[in-house]
């Protein structure tokens, strides 16, 4: 069965710093990783989507990396924006269609 | 891209009363859909998966009875949430599946039962 942890569960830092969040799972057999972000009360954007091909997966600030043989993924975010706030997710394909942690919570302060 | 629509974004209603959720994807068809549901601080939980013309596959746990899912056409399915209880509220999330299998989501319902 397919378990996808998130650390940290939370996370703050000041304005224009760089992060990374981390998420791993147990069964390193997927054939893509997605990382959604979360507003609250939201639903969910689609931020990266990276395939079991490829090792990272880049859009503006944010980039993304798979290492499926340690089950493993990061997303990087860099000079961070109070406007990055949110609650971050990654989900892989499982024994359901999607599963995912329970995300990580940024607040980034001006 | 794709849109997916979730209507009524929130809802507040009474216990023991029945409640209807919208999910449409507006610019595609799309012959599966799914249904999450996320309490406070926990994860996004798969409740059901939703296809066109045939009855809607369940996860374990999910009452079927008490959460009614219809997929009329390729860009509509509803779910009722019946009998509503306090404990039935969350925030439920729809997605929208291309022919590519990439899933398009919902922009959530919050649901509050008092």
């Known amino acids: 069965k397919q378990e996808v942890t998130q650390i940290p569960a939370a996370l703050s830092v000041p304005e224009g710093e760089n992060l990374v969040l981390n998420c791993s799972f147990t069964d390193s057999a997927i054939y893509n990783l997605q990382w959604f972000r979360q507003d609250p009360g939201k639903g969910l954007t689609s931020l990266l989507l990276?395939?079991?091909?490829?090792r990272e997966q880049t859009s503006g600030r944010l980039n993304a990396s798979l290492d499926k043989s340690s089950g493993r993924s990061t997303l990087y975010i860099a000079a961070s924006q109070p406007g990055d706030s949110a609650t971050y997710l990654c989900?892989?394909?499982?024994?359901?269609?999607?599963?995912f942690g329970k995300g990580t919570r940024l607040s980034v302060i001006a | 891209g794709a849109v997916v629509s979730q209507h009524p974004s929130r809802v507040i209603c009474k216990s023991g009363t029945s409640v209807k959720i919208e999910c449409r994807s507006l610019d595609f068809q799309a012959t599966t859909m799914f249904w999450y549901r996320q309490f406070p601080k926990k994860s996004l939980m798969l409740m059901a998966t939703s296809n066109e013309g045939s009855k809607a596959t369940y996860e374990q746990g999910v009452e079927k009875d008490k959460f009614l899912i219809n997929h009329a056409s390729l860009t509509l399915s509803t779910l009722t949430v019946t009998s509503a209880h306090p404990e039935d509220s969350s925030f439920y999330i729809c997605?929208?599946?291309?022919?590519?299998?990439?899933?398009?989501f919902g922009p959530g319902t919050r649901l509050l039962v008092l």
């Open positions: 990276i395939q079991s091909s490829q």
């Open positions: 989900a892989v394909p499982g024994n359901t269609p999607l599963v």
């Open positions: 997605s929208a599946q291309t022919h590519q299998e990439t899933q398009y």
